[in-house]
C-alpha cells in the first residue's frame, strides 16, 4: 500500500486550489496510507539563533535544542517512511511559501537527507517520489528559470535524494472566473489521473 506525506501550505483555507488539487489525487488513491502535515495551520518555526544548532548533523546535549531536535527528527521519519510526498506549492512572490522553506531547512540534515561525498553531495532519502501541486494567480514557464517555485522545490528535493517529481499546475488564476474554473477543473483532472 502507498504511504503519501501530504504536505499542505497553502493560507487560503478552504478557497484553497492546491489543496484542492491534493484532494483530488487522494480521493482518487482511496486505499493509500496518508500523512498530513498542515504547514500552515502547524508550521516548523523559522531556523533562528535559538535553534540552529539543534537542526545540524548533531545537536548539542541537553534541552535548549530538545525540542527543536525531536520536531526535526519527526519530520525526517515521516520523510523516510513515505512512499510519496504529495506537497501543495502555492506560487508566493515568485517562490515557495516560507512554510514549505522552513519545512526543507528542517528535513535537509547532513549525515541523514544527504550526505557529502568526494562526488559531491548525495541524497539518502531513495525510493520516494513526489507531485507538486502548484496554483498561481499568472501564468508562466517553468522551463525558463522565473518563477523559482518549482526549480527551488525540485532542487532541494533532489538534494535529499528525491529526484522523481511530478508538478501539476493550476495556473491563471487572476484572468477571470472562467479562466480560473477551467485550470482548476483542468489541473484537479490531471491529478486525479495520475498514478
Ligand atoms: C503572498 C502572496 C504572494 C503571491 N505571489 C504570487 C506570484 O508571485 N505570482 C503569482 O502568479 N501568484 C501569486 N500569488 C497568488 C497565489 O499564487 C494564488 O492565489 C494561488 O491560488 C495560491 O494558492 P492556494 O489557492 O492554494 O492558496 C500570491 C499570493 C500571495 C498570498
Redesign the pocket.
Known amino acids: 500500500m502507498t504511504k503519501i506525506l501530504v504536505l499542505r501550505t ?3 483555507g478552504e ?5 484542492k488539487l491534493i484532494d483530488a489525487y487522494l480521493a482518487a488513491h482511496p486505499d493509500a496510507t496518508v500523512v498530513e502535515r498542515d504547514l500552515d495551520k502547524n508550521p516548523v518555526p523559522h531556523v533562528t539563533s535559538a535553534s540552529l544548532a539543534g537542526i545540524g548533523r548533531q545537536a548539542p546535549e541537553g534541552a535548549d535544542f530538545a525540542a527543536t531536535r525531536a520536531l526535526q527528527d519527526e519530520l525526517i521519519a515521516e520523510v523516510f517512511d513515505a512512499d510519496l510526498l504529495l506537497i ?1 506549492l ?5 517562490g515557495m511559501p516560507s512554510t514549505l522553506k522552513s519545512w526543507f531547512d528542517y528535513v535537509a540534515r547532513a549525515g541523514t537527507t544527504f550526505q557529502y561525498t568526494a562526488n559531491g553531495p548525495e541524497g539518502l532519502v531513495k525510493n520516494t517520489r513526489a507531485i507538486l501541486a502548484q ?4 501564468k ?1 514557464d517553468d522551463t525558463a528559470g522565473f ?1 523559482f517555485a518549482v526549480a527551488h522545490t525540485k532542487a532541494l528535493l533532489g538534494f535529499v535524494g528525491v529526484t522523481d517529481v511530478t508538478v501539476i499546475t ?2 491563471g ?2 484572468f477571470g472566473p472562467e479562466a480560473a474554473a477551467a485550470a482548476v477543473a483542468d489541473a484537479t483532472a490531471a491529478m486525479a489521473a495520475l498514478a
Open positions: 497553502a493560507a487560503t478557497a484553497s486550489v492546491s489543496n501543495g502555492p506560487l508566493y512572490n515568485f496554483a498561481r494567480a499568472g508562466y518563477p493550476a495556473e488564476l487572476a
